[in-house]
């Protein structure tokens, strides 16, 4: 277990749908971090939050978007979903303290279904 | 660009066994190299990283890797394997300086036969 909690686990839902993926970092921890795992596209990083503020962004769609709560807890929210949408989105935590030890540590996912 | 590269899609290997995945980068300066195990349904658990000093570091589970930069590689050994040790592997690789986000290989699939 490491410490990072991911909710829902599993979520179907419908084209053109939103739906919102939440994530609560392991205690202490600043960042939090949004990758998707798909077939085609393997592991990507889609967004960092540190201590509320968007720190850094990757092949993250408009249609998607996350924020960082002052408890630090972070949503995904996922919009206008499409079939290619469909994949496990993991949350992952670190201290974020410049100069520390910025090892990631991942929630157990979400696995998200578009029919 | 940056890359990761993980040569090796799927491995079979025998029980007790030793095990070997490769794992090349593309950075310019050294950065920040991890390992994670992904069992069937499961998330990502870190098996051992990589920031400066002793390039061969020891993780969980019996693993070992070795930095090499002159090769810019880090690849992952385990000397016995187990039945238990079946999965997917991924190395994944940060820049550090203030930059944390991880680039992933696509990942070696483990199939451990008896």
């Known amino acids: 277990d490491s410490g990072v909690t991911q909710t829902p686990k599993h979520l179907i839902t419908a084209t053109g749908q939103r739906v919102t993926l939440r994530c609560s970092p392991r205690?202490?921890?600043?960042?939090v971090y949004w990758y998707q795992q798909s077939l085609d596209q393997g592991l990507q990083f889609l967004i960092q939050y540190y201590n509320g503020e968007e720190r850094a962004k990757g092949n993250i769609l408009e249609r998607f978007s996350a924020q960082q709560f002052p408890d630090l807890h972070s949503e995904l929210n996922l919009s206008s979903l499409e079939l290619g949408d469909s994949a496990l989105y993991f949350c992952?935590?670190?201290?974020?303290?410049?100069?520390?030890?910025?090892?990631?540590?991942f929630g157990p996912g979400t696995r998200l279904l578009v029919l | 660009a940056q890359s990761v590269t993980q040569p090796d899609i799927h491995i079979t290997v025998s029980e007790g066994a030793s095990l070997e995945l490769r794992c090349n980068y593309s950075?310019?300066?050294?950065?920040?190299l991890f390992w994670y195990v992904q069992s069937p349904g499961q998330g990502l658990q870190l098996l051992l990283k990589y920031f400066s000093g002793d390039t061969l570091v020891q993780g969980i589970k019996g693993f070992e890797a070795e930095f090499k930069r002159s090769q810019s590689s880090f690849n992952l050994r385990k000397p016995s394997v187990h039945w238990s040790d079946a999965a997917e592997y991924f190395c994944?690789?940060?820049?550090?300086?203030?930059?944390?986000?991880?680039?992933f290989g696509a990942g070696t699939t483990v199939t451990v036969r008896a």
């Open positions: 994944a690789v940060a820049r550090g300086s203030n930059d944390y986000k991880l680039s």
């Open positions: 992952a935590s670190s201290v974020g303290v410049t100069g520390g030890d910025e090892t990631q540590y």
């Open positions: 950075y310019g300066a050294t950065p920040y």
């Open positions: 205690s202490g921890d600043l960042s």
